[in-house]
């Protein structure tokens, strides 16, 4: 699976919107941009993940650009307990398995 | 639909043992991947189970082997424990469809403490 580079950590106050950056610049045409995200003592949860288009769920929204080399998590208003690791992921379609690659992720920290 | 389990949460060993992690994927789950978590370090896959067969393997050692059973239980042997074993051990269930789009449920963990 294709590399993505993160920043190591971000800070954002409670009640506030967050956007988490991830550049993917060499993303194939047949991977898919997942982010899960990990709450201290937990196992990594799913969040969000997309191809080409905008996505929005319950959790977050996923804004992809138009060239899909960088891709960010919007966290529309930041809480408490959204202060977690972040990570972003690439996953290849034609991949029989579906095992994740992560890397190191971005620290969320969340003042109140 | 119940969660993902893992049991023990903490174990302590000494170097040279061996140890059994186990889990309890989700029901109807057809896939179960372990990874291992050192200390302020992402997740790494160790391998991955389907329809009880391996299914794929990161960059670990033989003495790291697994089952998977048909009442979606699984566990992770380790043989020969060395201190670099030392780490949180993952377990996660999906229903593999290929695609890359499965959504990956993960158990808390099991902290192994290699002394």
């Known amino acids: 699976d294709a590399k993505t580079t993160q920043p190591n950590s971000m800070e954002s106050n409670e009640e506030e919107p967050v956007h988490l950056p991830c550049n993917h610049s060499t993303i194939s045409g047949t991977d898919y941009i997942h982010w899960y995200r990990q709450l201290p003592s937990q196992g990594p949860e799913y969040v969000i993940h997309g191809l080409t288009s905008n996505v929005n769920n319950r959790m977050a929204s996923l804004a992809i650009a138009e060239d899909r080399k960088s891709s960010t998590l919007i966290l529309h208003r930041a809480t408490l307990r959204d202060a977690a690791v972040y990570y972003c992921i690439l996953r290849d379609l034609r991949n029989a398995g579906n095992m994740l690659t992560f890397g190191g992720g971005t620290r969320l920290m969340v003042k109140p | 639909e119940t969660g993902v389990t893992q049991s023990p949460t903490h174990l302590i060993k000494t170097r040279g043992q061996q140890v059994t992690l186990r889990c309890s994927s989700q029901s109807g789950h057809n896939t179960v991947s372990w990874y291992q978590q050192a200390l302020g370090q992402g997740p790494q896959f160790i391998f991955q189970?389907?329809?009880?067969?391996?299914?794929g393997r990161g960059n670990f050692p033989p003495r790291f082997s697994g089952l998977q059973f048909p009442n979606y239980s699984s566990e992770l042997n380790v043989n020969a424990l060395e201190l670099d074993d030392s780490a949180l051990y993952l377990c996660?269930?999906?229903?593999?469809?290929?695609?890359?789009?499965?959504?990956?449920?993960f158990g808390p963990g099991t902290r192994l403490t290699v002394l």
């Open positions: 996660a269930s999906s229903f593999l469809r290929g695609g890359g789009t499965d959504t990956q449920y």
């Open positions: 189970y389907y329809r009880e067969e391996e299914n």
